[in-house]
């Protein structure tokens, strides 16, 4: 760079070193990475923040969209899938671009501890915002249904953590009791402000593609994720960012299907633990976000949610957890009517760290145990 810089500007010192520093900045600071500040500071015109707001951040947001030509190809038709990954986030879900928000307005708010109920990623991503922000995080989970990753990390961000004998749904309605009688903000996404943070997404997957994708696939537990991504598609198909607004596809687990089934499921099941509910709080938005978009919610099986983890694995590099892996298995499993050349993302939620159990029952790998440590033993086992 520095000789092709010397031959162009051969007469002029200055601007030469001026040239080779342009050219070193350029190589060297890819856009974006190093000045994302957060997606508060990214969105500020569209957020209800204001210049007394504190921003609690741990620079969450600005997450990749991976083209994933593994699924492109089951699909044929031209067709080309995205995932959004926003296992990348700073606690390994999308979670945290809901609670930057609901954290930052219960500082600003004056507000001392927060509480949620959790299959696990809501009191992953609270325990970390409050523990930024200085404030106390008492989360209330359904015990022995919580990935052990999850666990570990709302404990080590320093929450209280309490496991009570019942699901999410009764947790749930533990913690909504609790906030209305104690000075303790619930940042489940009955808040507000979660849906608010959550709708960037949107927002950045129609600035990299240069349009909203002809579809949207994303896993529904509380379907306050769907709700948000509808709030954003429509904001910037009204100013005029993108030319057109997705069908919204949402996707629950067979045992866990209340969307899909029209009615409240008492005793969920599946594999894919975040989205183990059975009676939705965003049930009303996540309906109007199917009727307006020309929408469809589905269910897939536990094996179909496996088979789709398997194949971002071992085809993809791309490693994410159960519940996330909902949206591509239902785009799989939807592809005959899928458009011809259409564009689709598949919204991955979270990330596959979080669930170590699950990735060692649910691999097609050869794990060769108690191998001797002896070249002769190795290269046998390796086949040469
Ligand atoms: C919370 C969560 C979901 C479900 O999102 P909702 O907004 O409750 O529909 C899906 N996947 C993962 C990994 C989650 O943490």
Redesign the pocket.
Known sequence: MEGLALRLFKKSPVKEVAFTQKIKQLFNSPPNKNNWDGLIHAYKPWLPVTKKTPIITLKEGGTPLIEVKSISDRIGKGVRVYVKYDGLNPTG???DRGMTMAISKAKEDGCEAVICAS????SASAAAYASKGGMRAFVIIPDGYVAQGKLAQALVYGAEVLAIKGNFDKALDIVRELSNKYPITLVN?VNPYRLQGQKTAAFEIIENLGNAPDWLCI????????SAYWMGFQEFFKAKKSKQLPRMMGFQASGSAPLVEGKSISNPETIAT??R?GN?V?KEKALIARESSKGNFSSVTDTEIINAYKILGREEGIFC?P??AASVAGLLKKKEDVPKNSTIVCVL??NGLKDPDCAIENNDSVFHKSVDPEISSITKVMGF
């Open positions: 879900s999308f979670k299959t696990g990623n809501t996404s896993p529904m537990g509380n379907a306050g994720n769907i975040a989205i509910i939705p965003n957890e519940a996330s939620t979270g």
